[in-house]
């Protein structure tokens, strides 16, 4: 199942790595738009993880997810439960800081010429 997730990043965690050399790194998201927003935990799996590092607290991302779930209990008596996770599978930034754009820009046209004139 897929869900696609719209808002701002809250916070990027430390990637975990385990034994057997699987990786992950929880990103925290805020929804946007919503009367109640909602603050999300999403997954970036193996080599995702290199990317999941690169974003920052107060970018507006939209990411689509695959949403997994699955039981478990600690004994056969027990009830079950069921946990649920959001994977990332694929994702954008939406916006840019105006520094960014202005230094884009500046890059994409280095022919400029500087004749010390302010405009």
């Known amino acids: ?13 430390a990637p975990q790595e385990f034994p057997s050399g699987f ?38 991302v939209k990411m689509r997810c695959n949403v997994k779930g699955r039981e478990w209990r600690r004994e056969d008596t027990d009830p079950f439960k069921v946990f649920m996770s959001l994977s990332m599978w694929k994702y954008e930034v939406i916006n840019e800081s105006i520094k960014e754009k202005v230094m884009a820009k500046a890059a994409a ?3 400029a ?6 405009f």
């Not at 199942?1 to 965690?13: A, C, Q, S, T, Y």
């Not at 603050?39 to 590092?53: N, R, S, Y």
């Not at 010429?113 to 302010?118: F, L, N, Q, T, Y």
């Open 113 to 118: 010429k500087d004749d010390g004139m302010p």
């Open 1 to 13: 199942m897929e869900l696609i997730i719209e808002g701002v990043i809250k916070r990027v965690n």
């Open 23 to 60: 990786r992950k790194c929880e990103i925290h998201i805020e929804t946007t738009g919503d009367q109640y927003p909602e603050t999300l935990a999403v997954e970036f799996l193996k080599d995702d993880v290199d990317e999941a590092i690169q974003l920052a607290p107060g970018q507006k």
């Open 109 to 111: 046209n280095p022919a």
